[in-house]
């Protein structure tokens, strides 16, 4: 790990520098920009706001309990490592069925909430067979969630100022991080994967990530529909397909 860690510093330090784009309006000072206001004053940004909110819960839930189901299967550390590689071949998986159909974000987002929402059904009954086959699913699923899930909402900031991005950027990490800290307070009263705390909290992560494509597909309608209005013209891609990566000055 740590040669890998010193070979991504090297890689860092050849790539070109990367600057945001000046623009014609005043500079803010730092606080400013983080004004609430001033990066949440869009109609679609209400429900941006439930997304993230929902998705902090779900991420600490999928990520803390990943980890886990794989411990309570085996000790083994070969075993272990196989069962990593598993997972990891589920999200390849995802991948190769994602360029080979090309289905559109919409059915994607909700194939991953689907296939997420089986898994965290089937953990509620913690044989190791299916906590495997849990795993297996959430892995598989968390591969369409997670693409599409971040790519909207970074394409409904995509009209922001630079420094209006980076101040939505900080505050969405800040409100993941507090759901995700809420959550692990329950989680650390738990002493076992079964009782009725453990099946209320993947009650409210299936609440919680069913209700995320239904608040971020209503995000972006409000924002295309926006962004018709003040350009006068079609939006310039259809809703639910991802945004054309960025460009930067270099």
Same mark, same amino acid.
């Given at each position: ?25 005043? *500079?803010?000072?730092? $606080? ?5 206001? *001033? ?25 803390? %309990?990943?980890?886990?189901?794989? %411990? ?37 987002? $909700? ?32 591969? %369409?969630? @997670? &693409? ?17 991005? @980076? ?7 800040? &409100?993941?991080?507090? &759901? ?40 972006? *309608?409000?924002? @295309? ?26």
């Amino acid at each position: 790990m740590f040669v890998f860690l010193i070979v991504m510093l090297i890689f860092s330090a050849t790539m070109p520098r990367i600057s945001l784009p000046r623009t014609e309006t005043p *500079r803010l000072g730092f $606080w400013q920009q983080l004004q609430w206001k *001033r990066v949440f004053g869009d109609r679609h940004s209400v429900w941006l706001i439930l997304s993230i909110l929902a998705g902090g819960v779900f991420l600490q839930f999928q990520n803390l %309990f990943t980890l886990v189901f794989t %411990f309570t299967v085996t000790q083994d550390k070969l075993l272990i490592a196989l069962l990593n590689l598993l997972y990891t071949g589920a999200a390849f998986l995802g991948l190769i069925l994602y360029r080979k159909f090309k289905w559109n974000d919409h059915f994607c987002l $909700w194939l991953g909430v689907l296939l997420l929402s089986a898994g965290f059904v089937i953990a509620m009954f913690p044989l190791k067979p299916l906590l495997i086959l849990s795993n297996v699913l959430t892995a598989f699923g968390m591969f %369409f969630f @997670a &693409m599409i899930w971040n790519a909207q909402q970074f394409q409904c900031i995509e009209d922001y100022a630079p420094g209006r991005k @980076a101040a939505f950027l900080i505050w969405r990490e800040s &409100m993941l991080v507090g &759901m995700r800290i809420v959550l692990l307070v329950f989680i650390m009263s738990l002493d076992k994967l079964e009782g009725w705390l453990y099946i209320s909290i993947i009650g409210v992560t299936l609440a919680s990530l069913i209700l995320i494509p239904v608040v971020q597909a209503k995000a972006v *309608r409000l924002m @295309a529909h926006g962004r018709k209005k003040r350009e006068g013209t079609e939006p310039l891609g259809e809703e639910g397909n991802l945004p054309r990566p960025p460009t930067f000055s270099a």
